[in-house]
Each structure stands twice: as structure tokens, then as C-alpha cells.
């Protein structure tokens, strides 16, 4: 667990959250072929995908918000469906950015999302509200399969999310699952970053003061261990917390979570303009 701060942040966020604010609401992509930037998360099972969702909505709506369904008791995935998730600014317009969730990454091969599914998903080949089966890929001339979609349909960034206090147990085979999908990202040319979630869990530090955030040795260490399991580069991964237990919308947590989708939004959108 946690321990000693540095005396100033390791990484520098903005003072406020205005600038980030301002460029997420204002956000539209350039290429005409797309209605929205698609961002997808994957991760191991309860590693906070559907949460940083939430989060991201409460943000915007300034209240603590829980449109996508969490399960805190399941150690199996909550996420059965693959579906798109809009951010409302009011009752007739929505946020120029998506989220897609996907079911979770198990130790075991026969459980949680094959990865063959997250790599369709990639290119665009999942229907919407198709509903995964563990150890069962989704093939050509299924139902949810989508034979020829559109640079719509893609995903435009990949996000792996894993909780902060759990870099160093992860499995080998949860790793090498994250590893082929940002492999045939690559392959692809999507962007990718990273999310580690529950920094309050994984630092008591950070548990007293969400300021304390990049601070954190400990937290340092983990985006470094992280780095190094799944080839990211340190600058691409984020440290976050999401909302859980509280009831009210803060600042601080704000910051952390704009911070990550406003480079979510600037790597996926120069990504559609390179097509």
C-alpha cells in the first residue's frame, strides 16, 4: 500500500477545469464520415470501465449520476452487452465523443470477453446490444456481426482501465489478453491509453486528499509497473478516481477524470483525421 508523497506533482494538471471543460464541450470531429468519436474500455473484471463512464457523465451533469448499471458484489463481469453510451449536455443534444463498454477480461480462457470480440469490436464489426459469451467468438453471418461497417461503426481510441491497487496482481493471462488487443490496435493505427482507477484505494495519501494524486510515489510506481506490463508509454496512462461513495460532485476528482478523456478525445481525433 501507499506511502510517501514528493514534495511537488510528478505529472502538472491544469489549475482549473476550465480550458478542459471548454474544449470538451466545444469538441466535434473534423471528418465529415462521423457522427462522434468513439472511445472503447477494456480491462479485467471490476477494474471500474463502467464506473469511469458514470463518472464522466456526473461531470458533465454536475451531479453524481449512475446511468450505467455496476455490480460491487459479482467477481464475474457486470457488462453482458456491448453498448454505446452518449453523454447528455441537455435533453435534445449530446457530446461529440461515445463510450462503448465491453464485458471484462478473466484469468480463465472459457470466462469474460474473448479477445477475439474486442478485436471485432475494434473494427467495427459488433452490433450494437450484442450480448458476449464467454469462450464463444463472434463470427462472420452470427446476428451481432456487422459485415461492413463504416468509420462510424471503428473504434477511434482504445482505453485499458485496471484499478491502481491491482497492477501487481493481475494475471498472466489478463496481461497477455490487454497486450493482444493493443497489439491489433496497433496494427490498426488506433490510438491507446490507459486509465488506473481507485488511486484513493491504492494510496492512503490520496484517500485523505484527492490533491495528493501525482504525488504519490506509490501511485508513480504503479503507472511505471504498468508501463512496463503492457508497453504503454508512462505519458499515456492517467490516474483517476471515480465516483463511488460520494454524493456530490468535487473538483479535484473533476480534474482527474477531464484530464484523461481530453487526451482520450485529442488522440482519437487525430487519428480520424488521418484516415
Not at 128 to 146: A, I
Not at 199 to 221: G, I, M, Q
Request: hydrophobic share 35%; aromatic share 8%; net charge neutral.
Amino acid at each position: 500500500m501507499g506511502g510517501a508523497l514528493f514534495s511537488k506533482p510528478w505529472r502538472d494538471l491544469p489549475e482549473n477545469c476550465k480550458d478542459n471543460l471548454t474544449f470538451l464541450n466545444s469538441y466535434k470531429p473534423q471528418n465529415k464520415e462521423v457522427k462522434h468519436l468513439r472511445i472503447l474500455l477494456h480491462g479485467p473484471v471490476g477494474s471500474g470501465k463502467s464506473s469511469f463512464i458514470n463518472s464522466v457523465d456526473s461531470v458533465f451533469q454536475k451531479r453524481v449520476t449512475n446511468r450505467v448499471m455496476t455490480d460491487a458484489i459479482s467477481g464475474s463481469s457486470f457488462t453482458q452487452k456491448y453498448k454505446t453510451f452518449k453523454i447528455h449536455k441537455d435533453p435534445d443534444n449530446i457530446y461529440s465523443f461515445v463510450f462503448n463498454d465491453i464485458m471484462g477480461f478473466e484469468q480463465n480462457a472459457n470466462r469474460g470477453v474473448p479477445v477475439e470480440d474486442v478485436i471485432l469490436a475494434l473494427k467495427g464489426h459488433v452490433k450494437e446490444n450484442y450480448k458476449f459469451v464467454p469462450g464463444c467468438q463472434l463470427r462472420e453471418g452470427d446476428e451481432g456481426y456487422t459485415s461492413c461497417p463504416t468509420l462510424n461503426d471503428r473504434v477511434h481510441v482504445l482505453v485499458s482501465v485496471v484499478p491502481a491497487s491491482s497492477v501487481s496482481l493481475m494475471s498472466d493471462e489478463v496481461v497477455k489478453k490487454m497486450r493482444a488487443v493493443r497489439l491489433a490496435a496497433s496494427e490498426i493505427g488506433i490510438p491507446q491509453l490507459a486509465i488506473l482507477t481507485k488511486v484513493d484505494e491504492a494510496c492512503p495519501e490520496v484517500r485523505d486528499d484527492v490533491k495528493n494524486t501525482y504525488k504519490s510515489k506509490h501511485l508513480k510506481e504503479q503507472v511505471e509497473e504498468f508501463s512496463q506490463l503492457l508497453g504503454l508509454p508512462v505519458s499515456c496512462i492517467f490516474l483517476v478516481k471515480n465516483y463511488s461513495s460520494e454524493i456530490k460532485v468535487n473538483a479535484d476528482i473533476d480534474a482527474l477524470i477531464l484530464c484523461a478523456l481530453r487526451q482520450m478525445v485529442s488522440l482519437g481525433e487525430d487519428f480520424l483525421n488521418d484516415q
